[in-house]
């Protein structure tokens, strides 16, 4: 048997070039091009981190236009702002929400903008409103945008080679790979229920009941599923006390680094200065 | 050079009747060791009780002990036994790791897990492709492959593990005839190359007759036969264990009942 050792980590290339084995083949190298893209996957998520921090943070318009303005750089550098879009759509429930909430309940508003019978919006709390809608707006593009360009293996994999935990980050590989294939069993399962002539299409309380039948396969199955996979993972050596081999090395320069440090402690020094009142002077 | 399991009897948290009882076997380096039975006889729980998973995983008793050349089962983590023994499920879909975007990644996921140089995982999944037929997978989602392809990519992830020893469960039960006999002969290759000893559990009789050394017969948890493969096959209470004979003893025995005189063709 042979012995187990951890291997050091492997540094990063600060060249830009992305280190990885000259035998990989391209399709699993999968190197990044573009050059919002080209960025260290760990420096693209501490811009996301940094910009929702800014927007919840910094009260005002001032935070969430900000945190929009340097999305839509990102977006225009990465060239995905059509891909956008339907991040974009995906808010709309949670922002129509937030609008009519505000508009018109917003607690102590007094000065109406019309009364309409027992409704009657304010300007107070239409300002509230659209400025919590840019916040939500701002959040979600931000993940948007790292999820735009940034492959979850490469994130995963670049955390991974920081010393994050090798359980920590199955979880997150294996819950991002999961959603698509919980949707597929769903419609598998549906599909199969259907056969046994339950409806599951019409009307909405029609659909609601066969939410029910679909809901028990679904849940034991995937439970089911980790208990298998739990032991096939002891069976591959995931347990081992070993450093797992890195199959990718990203490129993360020395500006780059310090870069990703300032906009970190930086993000945090505002939102404090945010808390404690000493922005006030924003608008 | 062995596995070999001496008077174990497992018992599931909470069953009543244990799932094996009384169970004395031995797989040597180098040979197949065949296992057949009826369905809750025992077969699945043998395969985890010889890679050491259960009871290390699953709650329940083990009596009597299982060693791996020397090794018990009982002391050892579930890591050291993964590079003794590989082993693949019954059901290929949930052996894969689900994490991994490619084919390649997915047969690589455990070389990396021991830590191995790049150089040497690169090896052993480019051999392990190769070996299974199935190097046109290897940019595959991992997700979306049949049946029958990700049983192969599950056995290519355990044979890159390169390990002494393999306990296959119904390795080809999701493979067409060409994709049985494939794992057969790379089975056979494996044995012949490395020295590898292999426990293999299947319902076709047929692969047995091709590969298998010895075979145990197993009902109710006990092994009730075992010896040598054609001698096991040929043994006529087959039937009442509810184990189809190879065709070949079906045919023979079928010609027989109708005087017909045939060559021997069961070997």
């Known amino acids: 048997m042979a012995e187990l050792e951890a291997p050091a980590a492997p540094s990063a290339p600060s060249d830009g070039s992305t280190a990885i084995s000259g035998r990989l083949p391209d399709f699993v190298a999968r190197p990044p091009t573009g050059p919002y893209r080209r960025l260290n996957p760990t ?53 129509a929400s937030i609008l009519l909430i505000n508009t018109f309940l917003y607690p102590g508003a007094t000065d109406r903008i019309v009364t309409v019978g ?13 400025q919590a809608t840019l916040r939500v707006v701002a959040f979600a593009m931000s993940v948007a945008l790292l999820g735009l360009t940034t492959q979850p293996d490469h994130l995963i994999a670049d955390l991974e080679r920081r010393g994050a935990g090798r359980r920590v980050m199955f979880v997150v590989g294996a819950t991002l790979r999961m959603i698509p294939r919980m949707i597929e069993r769903a419609g598998e399962i549906t599909e199969a229920q259907r056969a046994r002539a339950l409806d599951t299409e019409g009307r909405v309380w029609r659909r609601a009941r066969g939410v029910v039948p679909l809901a028990g396969p679904l849940v034991f199955g995937a439970l089911t599923d980790v208990e298998e996979l739990t032991m096939a993972l002891e069976a591959r050596g995931f347990t081992a006390p070993t450093r797992r081999t890195v ?7 020395g500006w780059e680094r310090g870069a990703r440090w300032a906009l970190f402690l930086g993000s945090i020094v505002v939102l404090i200065l945010s808390i404690a009142g000493r922005l006030e002077f924003l608008p | 050079m062995t596995i070999a399991f001496e008077g ?16 004395d076997l031995v797989l040597h380096s180098g040979s197949v060791l065949g296992v057949v039975g009826a369905n809750e006889s025992g077969k699945s729980t043998l395969c985890l009780v010889a890679a050491g998973l259960a009871p290390a995983t ?55 897990n021991l830590g191995l140089a790049l150089d040497d995982v690169v090896d052993r999944v480019e051999l392990a492709l190769a070996d299974l037929g199935i190097g046109g997978l290897a940019a595959r989602d991992p997700q979306r492959l049949s049946g029958g392809q990700a049983q192969l990519v599950a056995l290519a992830g355990v044979i890159a593990l390169r390990p002494p020893y393999l306990v296959l469960d119904e390795p080809t039960s999701q493979l067409d005839p060409r994709g049985t006999n494939l794992v057969s002969d790379i089975l056979a290759g494996l044995v012949e190359a490395t020295g590898a000893g292999i426990l293999i559990v299947e319902h076709k009789t047929d692969l047995l007759a091709r590969m298998a050394n010895r075979i145990a017969v197993l009902e ?29 003893i079906r045919i023979a025995r079928a010609a027989a009942a109708a005087g017909v005189s045939v060559p021997e063709v069961a070997a």
């Open chain 1, 43 to 95: 420096t693209k998520l501490v811009i996301a981190f940094a910009e929702a921090l800014v927007a919840f943070g910094v009260r005002g318009w001032t935070g969430p236009l900000v945190v929009l303005g340097v999305i839509l750089a990102g977006a225009v550098t990465a060239r995905i702002g059509r891909a956008l879009l339907p991040y974009l759509l995906a808010t709309i429930p949670l922002v």
């Open chain 1, 118 to 130: 027992p409704l009657a919006p304010t300007w107070t709390g239409l300002v509230a409103a659209t």
């Open chain 1, 247 to 253: 199959l990718r090395v990203f490129p993360d320069s």
């Open chain 2, 8 to 23: 174990v009897r497992y018992g599931y948290a909470g069953a009543r009747q244990p799932a094996l009882d009384g169970i």
């Open chain 2, 58 to 112: 699953i709650a329940g008793r083990l009596d009597g002990t299982v060693t791996i050349d020397g090794l018990s089962t009982a002391g050892a983590r579930p890591y050291e036994l993964a590079q003794r023994c590989g082993v693949l499920f019954q059901n290929p879909v949930t052996q894969l790791s689900g994490t991994a975007s490619t084919v390649w990644e997915e047969v690589a996921f455990a070389p990396r």
């Open chain 2, 220 to 248: 109710t948890g006990r092994v009730v036969a075992e010896g040598p493969g054609k001698e096991v096959l040929a043994d006529p209470r087959l039937e009442d264990w509810g184990i189809s004979p190879p065709s070949g």
